[in-house]
């Protein structure tokens, strides 16, 4: 059965929740080594899976005219919610944390208007609100609330993979190819924190290695599910599936760290779900039908 490029483009980001889903759990795994060691491992592994790609199959190390800002883009966006997310895992129930950098869709629509000078609806606004307030609800940001600071980083990275998404989307679409951007990306993402490394170096334990080698393996994966699911649809169309990675998470962190979210996190997750719901629902029945 030949499968439609929408079909798909959710294959692949169904595989991409799985993998970063998994990342996420190395990282936690890893224990107490800095952020940027663990970005350096994650992204070293992905530039290694993407040359080996990209001279399996051939493709010219090209990112098209007019693709190189966007792509240089896409890079420095992508590190930075690397690095936040990061953090926010090592500090956060799991769940929290990958629920919160998966307001990327709903950052996405602000970025598109801004950089694709694609028009936001009326729904699509209502649905970025709502998705915000239900941040709000997992951020609970307080004084006295000792995670307030994880939780606001994470909240960054989601903004930051959102701005990350668009740049992509519009790479990808002028002609850049996945795995060249992929590759640009994680050497982008190794180079920026090496110095930071130099600053504060803790050798890893041989456990701590290997859950790090796990990390970049998932992180390689979910990369180039990600940058394909990009490529075959955009993601207003496809991003709801994004989302399966939360309950990907929550299952991970109930049954290896004990994690169970509060009551008012799962008023978060309610409101964030149901907007992309929303959105979702808007894009693939009313804007079809012309309305």
Known sequence: MKLNQRTKGVLCILSAALFFAGMNTFVRLAGDLPVFEKAFFRNFIAAIMSVILIRKQHVPLYLGKGNVKYVVLRAAFGTLGLLFNFYAVDHLALADANMLNKLSPFFAIIFSYFLLKERVKPVQAVAV?????????????????????????????????????????????????GPVVVL?????????????????????????????????????????????????????????????????????????????PDALSFVGYALIISMAVLNFVYHNRFEKDGA
């Not at 600071?149 to 959102?162: K, N």
């Not at 170096?201 to 979910?222: D, E, H, K, S, Y």
């Open 184 to 260: 640009f990306f994680s050497c982008f993402s190794c180079i920026a924190v090496l110095p930071f490394i130099a600053m504060d170096f803790v050798m890893p334990t041989a456990r701590q290695l290997v859950m790090l080698l796990l990390c970049g393996i998932c992180g390689a994966g979910g990369q180039f599910s990600i940058t394909a699911a990009y490529t075959f649809a955009p993601a207003k169309e496809i991003s709801i599936y994004d989302y399966s990675q939360v309950i990907f998470s929550a299952v991970i962190g109930y049954f290896l760290f004990s994690q169970l």
């Open 129 to 177: 609100i709502g998705a915000f307030i239900g941040a709000l609800c997992i951020i609970r940001p307080t004084g006295q609330n000792l995670q307030t600071l994880p939780a606001v980083l994470g909240f960054f990275s989601g903004m930051f993979a959102g701005a990350a998404y668009t740049c992509l989307r519009k790479a990808t679409s002028n002609g850049a190819q």
